[in-house]
Nanobody, 125 residues
Framework: QVHLVESGGGLVQAGGSLRLTCAASTRFFNKYDMGWFRQAPGKEREFVAALNWSGGSTAYADSVKGRFTISRDNNKSTVYLQMNSLKPEDTAVYYC??????????????????WGQGTQVTVSS
């Protein structure tokens, strides 16, 4: 069982930055691929970014490429999402998720086993 807790959300103006943090309660954090997803009101949960167990492979949604950066610190069992140049359309609840490490990075919700409770990000225009 992996317990995930997100933090760092808040209200920011368009063009601003936020850094989300997800702390994992597992001794085997370095065995898991980690992902960030988001869900806006009335919309389905969508993929944002993913990072493999070693940090050597990443994937991003087209909508955030060049603006968001996912990273991890295996010594701290923590994954981060640095969000720059935020836009109003980035407004959503952001969730981190964990999946057993695979040879190919996964970007769909159904392959992630563990989820955090989410943190709200609101970008004002």
């Amino acid at each position: 069982q992996v317990h995930l807790v997100e933090s760092g959300g808040g209200l920011v103006q368009a063009g601003g930055s936020l850094r989300l943090t997800c702390a994992a309660s597992t001794r085997f954090f370095n065995k898991y691929d980690m992902g960030w997803f988001r869900q806006a009101p009335g919309k389905e949960r969508e993929f944002v970014a993913a990072l493999n167990w070693s940090g050597g492979s990443t994937a991003y949604a087209d909508s955030v490429k060049g603006r968001f950066t996912i990273s991890r610190d295996n010594n701290k069992s923590t994954v981060y999402l640095q969000m720059n140049s935020l836009k109003p359309e980035d407004t959503a609840v952001y969730y981190c998720a964990a999946a057993p490490g695979r040879s190919v990075l996964v970007v769909t919700t159904d392959l992630y086993n563990y989820w955090g409770q989410g943190t709200q990000v609101t970008v004002s225009s």
